[in-house]
Structure formats: structure tokens, C-alpha cells
């Protein structure tokens, strides 16, 4: 199995950040908080730069084919949501070694077989859910921009286009890894995590799955394993353990909780 052409965070956000760490744009960042600023960009904008990224990564890694068991078992998680709260979604699988997931704007989910190799059904379900609450929400559309403005080197407040321009072949694989190193806002994540709880509740799945996927990732994230990727995710989506208790909270409040047991990862995958 392949590592991911670049190593990269979550982009929509596989696990939100308690205090998300902002991406360092350099110049662009700066100018991106001026409040005068010739340059706009519109969802349109947004979604039409995603779905150009997406083609870029999808083109530069392996993609799962239609007769792969990580296809077909995302198919049987996922293809019922692929229109979800309005939102027209499509997703695949790349066949590589990081432990991750993201969302764009276009409404693309990208699953990495090796987090499906550690989650179960239930945990997965939690985490697209997490991504769909993302690009419900617009947070893509920031992170986006920002990432547009670092790969194709422009000062917002003095550019003297106010539309996005053409990228090279180059500029979007750095639009690529730029919109997937980007962060959320605490806000965001937060707003993100009651919106997967509130997809698990509404199509009747196991909302404890939310809790148990944040223990395994602060299992992940404790030191004693070493997985490729995972690290650098871990920087801006820090705090597994306090968000598992949030889930768990709301799921006592609602009467849906139901004691996992101590949970652990698995020794073999689930994936087979």
C-alpha cells in the first residue's frame, strides 16, 4: 500500500480541533484580513477549485477500483448518502498508507484505506459524517480560498483581479496540498461534531460509534503507535479524549447510550 502522493491534514476535517492551528499563509494570510479587499470569491469559486483539486489527486494516487472490498464497503455505507441534506456528494477510496479523510466544497469525500482499516462501519459512518457537516456548513469555502490564494501567490487586499484565475498543472497540486493542510475554527469543528451526531441520530445509527472513533484516534495519537500521516494530523485535531466525552454526554442525554467497553484498535483490519 502506497503512502499518499504528499503527507497531509484533513482538509473538511476528519476530527475537529479544540485549538485548531492556523495555516501559515505568509502573505496571503495577512492580506486576507484586510478588511478592504478588491478580490472576492464566491461558493461558485470555491467549488469549482475543489473539484479541480480533487481531479488532481485523484489523477496523482491510487484510487480504489469499483470490484475493491474498500469500494464495495464504502458503497454500502455511503451510496445512500450521496445526496444528503441538499448536498450532491461523491466519494472513493485511495489505497494508501496515511490514516485520514477529507471533504471538499464540490461535495467530493476522499476515504484513506487505511482509516477504514481501523474503523468500523458505525465509527466511519460518524466520521463522513463529520466531512458532510463541513461542506453543509461552507467551512470548505475558507479553506479553500486561502489555499487558492498561497498556490497561485496572491495578496488579497491588492490584487487587481477580482476573480480567480487558470492554475497550472504545478499550482494545483500545491492548491492541493495547501487546501488540505488548512484548519477549522474550534467554532467550526464543534458546529461539525453536532452536525455528524445529529446524521448518526437521524438515520437511526449507533451514535456511540462517534465516541468510540475519538478514543481510538487519542489511542493513535498516545505515543506507542507510529502511523504514517497521523502525526502531522494530530497537530491541528488535538483532544480526542475530551470530545469522545462530549459525544458521550449528549448521548446520555438523549437516552442512546450504551457502554462500549474499553475500546481498543484492532490487530487485524476490517477491511478485507
Known sequence: MKKLVFTFLVAACLIGAANAQKLNLGKAASAASNSVSAFTFTNEDAIKLSKEAVNWMDEHNEVAGPDDPYTQRLERLFGKHQSQDGLALNYKVYLVSDINAFACADGSVRVFSSLMDIMTDDELLSIIGHEIGHVKN?????????????????????????????????????????????????????????????????????????????????LLSSGDTNVSGFEKMLSSHPDSEKRAEEVKAKAEKDGLWQDPGTVELPQTRLTE
Open 138 to 218: 461552507e467551512d470548505t469555502k475558507d479553506a479553500m480560498k486561502n489555499a487558492y490564494m498561497k498556490a497561485a501567490a496572491i495578496d488579497a487586499a491588492g490584487s487587481a483581479s477580482k476573480t480567480v484565475q487558470a492554475l497550472s498543472d504545478s499550482q494545483l497540486g500545491e492548491l492541493a496540498n495547501a487546501m488540505l493542510d488548512a484548519s477549522h475554527s474550534r467554532k467550526q469543528e464543534s458546529e461539525a461534531d453536532e452536525y455528524a451526531y445529529g446524521f448518526m441520530k437521524q438515520h437511526g445509527y449507533n451514535v456511540v460509534a462517534a465516541y468510540t472513533a475519538f478514543k481510538k484516534l487519542a
